[in-house]
């Protein structure tokens, strides 16, 4: 048991540690520097509205390159090993594939999860920054105070980020699953970006399913039954708009999503062991 | 590799006995097939029909691969590690961790001459001979039977290369097996116990050097000290009783060896 | 492992737990779907028909926040240029694809029913007073009937009805429907204190001042005997003194 945890974050540390040196700051940066401009454009509206504006380039910033890091460093991680034959080294050792897979995943996600850490913060700090520029303007009048404190600091805003979290752990999850599966890390990005956009109209593919009315084709059905049963469900995680809506979402809905997240990731890294195993170096 | 690519024959019909204690020579060009019975043997890849056994483990189990120390050709490590994190990386992997492992790392860096400075700098300022030797300390932490090197001296220099010869010699004294592959064949023939020519996939010859090599109808002597007189009576003497001599003069000493006379004591290391 | 046992496991994996996660997928997608009130906003099909292929993309990758956003500023930027018609469809869009978002119904219902109503009247070429005033109107009521599809998609916040109540009052003339209004979301408990009393005032506007009287005094009864500052109870205290004194007056005039 040891052994066997002693040899997944050996994996997981080396994983993380060469994505560390890919030209992450860069990407940072870039990110903060877009987050602090776009805060100041939007200076013709209520404060709500910015508020808003900002919250939603945020989330999508850290969505995005969470996405970007996600797909190019899950293409890496098996595809490129082969490529530059470090493999050879890892495996030959008393290491089950399935550990190697497991640790590769999880340095993977541990650094996107560095990522997501830092750029919340940033965003909040951003939040806190026109928070302080807003009451300043307004005045410190109790009602309108109260309104810009509570759109600013937010405790929902939690909430939020673990759900862009968790949708690029399962984006993650299925890089990895493909990158068991293909040679070529150009394959696993666009595979892995098809599935992440068709999941968005999972929920309609599988409404579309079930309900025997409109479609009677055999092949749109079985198109339609694959769709449903193969890709994830990223609707669910539209919670952030509701949360960034300033709406009441509560933590029993999030933890749900969260849950299906958990259980999606394991069924992957299964698949992708499985995979893996019968696969010549 | 993969799942589409068309299939070639890489090895035919191989059959490969190696025993324990020995140094054992895969000798063939390229493309004949040394690399595929290594990944084979070490579980990497699937035969199409047959078997092999290491230390009595069907190939490829983990408790075969315990018994294994892989160094690949032209291998890549993670350049940004020092010599020791490389090590140490490769104890965790196979299940090591603790004080136990850094004991035995400290150990192996100084087997293979790379303990002290030399091993706490980065991989990317190390020359080939090093790289090889930290690969090779890194095959060797968790203490395997079996130690296999698929072309251990492929572009080290010749003094690098005698020390890896030397390590491989001093495995051998420890009662370490060494399964290598080359095809610098005047490397193989100063370490190697058996050997086995492969070509095409097939195997061609096998056997004991000494038994392989020896010409046993001609006999070699080297002397000193005789002087000019003496050879030519010595050598109507041979022909007078029946033997034919193929070869007299001075014997020529090995490039190899002058050129590391030549250098002086602190550049051969 | 064979590779063909291989892929047969991964794949008897993905397929079994597909078949498992649909019905969880469906709950879930259900409780969402009625927390949200209905709202969740129109599948990417639907979106693509009316919106340019950018924002499809971004509605399509989850970005629809983002989408909405830029919708709002081309709203913006076209009631710079008085552009009514482009502000008006940059609006609807925008509310479709996130209708949960209280404060673009707000700002939508503002353009319309204020500022394109406003322009419509006093800017326009329009020589004709009445047209002019026609095409006011109508702008009001486009308003008026946005703020009604606000409020079904939010219904738990005060903001939009009491925004309603607010158009009902100073661009239809309507009190009656105002203090209604005012009287729902005050119902939702986060409508700002002050709307207690805009009720009454409502109402003594639609010129039922026993109402507004009558309303007063539950209002002030209902706050007990320690009420918090916030709800000037000192106000309401001296709206109903004002009203006695006016109703009893208007009764001795009736009576005279």
Redesign the interface.
Known sequence: M???L??I???AG?TF??AV?QKVFAVLLVFALVLIGGANY?T???F??QF??L???G??AI??TGLLVGLLGAAQLIPGE?E???I?????????RWEFVVGKYFGLTTYLALMVVIMALAVWGVLGWKEGQFLRAEGLDS?TAATIRAEAMDPRLLQAVLLVGA?LAVVAALAVFFST?A?STTFVMAMTLLV??IG?????A?EQW?ETGEVTRWTVRIFLAGV???VP??????????I???????WR?TL??LG?SG??IG?LL???A???????? | MGWFRGRVLALEGLEMEVHKGEVFGLLGPNGSGKSTAMKMILGLLRPTSGSAEVCGFRAGTIAARRQIGFLPENPYFPIFLSGAELVRYYGRLSGLGGAGLEKRVKELLELVRLGGEAGKRPLRTYSKGMLQRAGLAGALVGDPEILMLDEPTAGVDPAGSREIRDLILELKARGKTVIFSSHLLEQVEDVADRVIILHRGKKLREGRLEDLLTRKNEWEVKVQGLPEGDRQELLAWMKKKGGQVVREGAPRERLEDYFLRSLPEETRR | MKPIAAVAGALVLLLAWGGAKIPWEKAMARDQRKATYGFSGPTTVAIREKVGQGLALAALGGFRGLAANALMLQAHGAWEEQQWVRVRSALELATMLQPRVAVFWDTASWHLAWNAAVAAEKYSGESSETKRKIEARRWVEAGRDLLERGTKAVPEKALLFQRLGDLYWQRLGDYQEAARCYREALSKGDAPPYLERFVGYALEKAGDKQGALEYFKDLRREMGDAPSQVRRPEVVEREITRLEKETAEKRVRKIK
């Open positions: 040891i052994g066997c002693r040899r974050s050996a994996v080396n540690l060469e040196r939007f013709e509206f209520s709500q509205e808003k504006f919250k939603d380039l989330y999508a969505s995005l082969i530059r034959r470090t050879l080294t890892a495996l030959c050792r008393p290491l089950r009602e949708k599966i040679t992440y956009l968005h109209l999972q929920s309609v599988r079930l449903a049963l193969l469900d990223f609707n669910l995680y539209n919670l952030i708009d509701e960034v809506a300033g709406n009441v979402v509560v809905t749900e999503v299906y259980v999606y069924v299964a698949a992708a499985c995979m893996f195993e019968g696969r010549d170096i």
